[in-house]
């Protein structure tokens, strides 16, 4: 299997407007999302945890992370929804969370003036950034670099 290709761009959409883009893309999922939030509304907040953990500016081959994980996400509790609802939301977060680590398990994300960020260390992208105002800026510059940790 090819490595994935993980690229940065700079975040421009909230949480709502992440899930209205994914809506948008992806409306084979959409109302299985909804009847899924109805079931278990917490769901809402773990899908959140993952936009926090990710936000909008981590790509996978072209596309935006956050996606490709719930989407992969969305797949598995639909596979598994015959087993019944409680198995099915058990694979939803499961494979929600296992993505993202999984895709971004062999990377870092350096700041050149220092720091780095890797998905190992349980903090969130976002709160890394912001821990260095001037990461943002970076990012936008193409100064941030991703390397893969071999």
């Avoid at 994935?4 to 909230?14: E, R």
């Avoid at 992806?26 to 936000?55: D, G, H, R, W």
């Amino acid at each position: 299997m090819t490595k994935p290709d993980i690229t940065l761009l700079t975040p421009v959409m909230t949480f709502d407007e992440t899930m209205a883009h994914w809506s948008n893309c992806n409306p084979v999922y959409e109302k299985c999302l909804e009847s899924m939030v109805q079931k278990f509304p917490i769901a809402v907040q773990e899908i959140k945890q993952l936009f926090i953990l990710l936000t909008d500016a981590i790509y996978i081959n072209d596309g935006l992370l956050f996606d490709y994980c719930l989407c992969k996400a969305m797949h598995q509790y639909q596979i598994l929804s015959s087993k019944g609802e409680i198995v099915a939301y058990d694979g939803f977060i499961k494979t929600l969370n296992d993505t993202a680590k999984e895709a971004l398990n062999s990377y870092i994300i350096r700041d050149p003036k220092g720091g780095s960020w890797s998905i190992k260390q349980g903090m969130n992208f976002r709160d890394w950034l912001e821990e260095e105002p001037s990461r943002f800026k970076k990012l936008e510059s193409w100064e941030l670099e991703v390397f893969e940790n071999r």
